[in-house]
């Protein structure tokens, strides 16, 4: 990676979970829980098979609640609620990568399948709040997740960006398809590579990552 390969970038879009924090600090797990017993109660099923329907509806529709939206009709938003009803204790401020964040030049935002208040507590407990421009969750895309391109073009057009003068970083490889189709320069961001012809770059340290582009 150069920082030649970024000169152009205007419009620097982040993922949250798994990307803005180490994976290490395990919040899906917290989640997963929370939307397994939300399937339990609002499908009446069992454990074994709320968790069966859990990893289906992700891996099918791009989201749980995108598969429990389309296929029961529930409503997003209690759902989105009492999922993100996590604890963040533990979560670490991350002073460097606040600074080469803030340090970008053009417009930042974080864009996530998850709800935008969640999102800020998230920043808030990484000491990230007040450097992006904007935050959005799925509520902004219509309730459709990442990775539909319709909920990316309803994004990026709220926030008035140009995806051929945009890069996307992101965990969840599948999440880079439809950037990279519209022209993004497209990060991946995880402890192991994904190679992929939609993938430009791989790191599992997105602030030295961007320490290369801010120096």
Known sequence: MTADQFAHVRA????????????????????????????????????PRANELRRHYWAEYGTTLAGLMDLHGVD??????????????????????????????????????GSAPYAERVLAARGLSGIFDAIYGVEHANFRPK????????VFDAAGIDPAAGAMFEDDPRNLQAPHAMGMRTVHVAPDPHPA?????????LTGFLDKLTQ
Request: aromatic residues 8%.
């Open 76 to 113: 997003p938003a209690p759902y989105l609620t009492h999922v993100h009803e996590i604890d963040l204790s533990h979560l670490q401020p991350a002073p460097d990568l606040r600074r080469n964040i803030k340090d970008l030049p053009g417009k930042r935002i974080v864009y996530t399948n």
């Open 147 to 154: 990775p539909e391109r319709s909920a990316f073009e309803r």
């Open 197 to 205: 012809d939609h993938i430009h770059h791989h790191t599992d340290d």
């Open 12 to 47: 620097w879009v982040f993922d949250l979970d798994n990307t803005l924090y180490p994976p290490e600090a395990r919040l899906f797990d917290q989640i997963e829980k929370r939307m397994t017993a939300y399937v339990m109660d609002a499908l009446n099923v069992p454990e």
